[in-house]
């Protein structure tokens, strides 16, 4: 299984931007979707995004399209969100996730993930 670390959380202003990675060990990330998804407070974890093994196929939550972008360096093992144009609503600890590629479009769920970093906290203020 691989092992996940989330960083780049912290506090930011309405409208600003900031940038997580998520970094593998244990195995390489070649062959795995891998996704976020965050947990705002009192509310259940939601879909955020997922990148296939690839880097060519993604899928973004209708909340974030046109604001964030996921992206993937394999030979870092490590996988990174960008994130601009911050809202409140945007404020959730954020969770890395990856399975194993087994079809061409990634999983979109969180039940079908294997593998979860701990998660990192962004908070947008107003």
């Not at 060990?25 to 974890?45: C, L």
């Not at 394999?74 to 911050?86: H, I």
């Not at 087994?102 to 979860?116: D, G, K, M, N």
């Amino acid at each position: 299984q691989v092992q996940l670390v989330e960083s780049g959380g912290g506090l930011v202003q309405a409208g600003g931007s900031l940038r997580l990675s998520c970094a593998a060990s244990g195995r390489t990330i070649s062959g795995y979707s891998m996704a976020w998804f965050r947990q705002p407070p009192g509310k259940e974890r939601e879909f955020v995004v997922v990148i296939n093994w690839s880097g060519g196929l993604g899928y973004y939550g209708d909340s974030v399209k046109g604001r964030f972008t996921i992206s993937r360096d394999n030979a870092k093992n490590t996988v990174y969100l960008q994130m601009n144009s911050l809202k409140p609503e945007d404020t959730a600890v954020y969770y890395c996730a990856a399975t194993p590629s087994v079809a061409l479009f990634p999983p979109r769920e969180a039940r079908e993930y294997e593998s979860w970093g701990q998660g990192t906290q962004v908070t947008v203020s107003s």
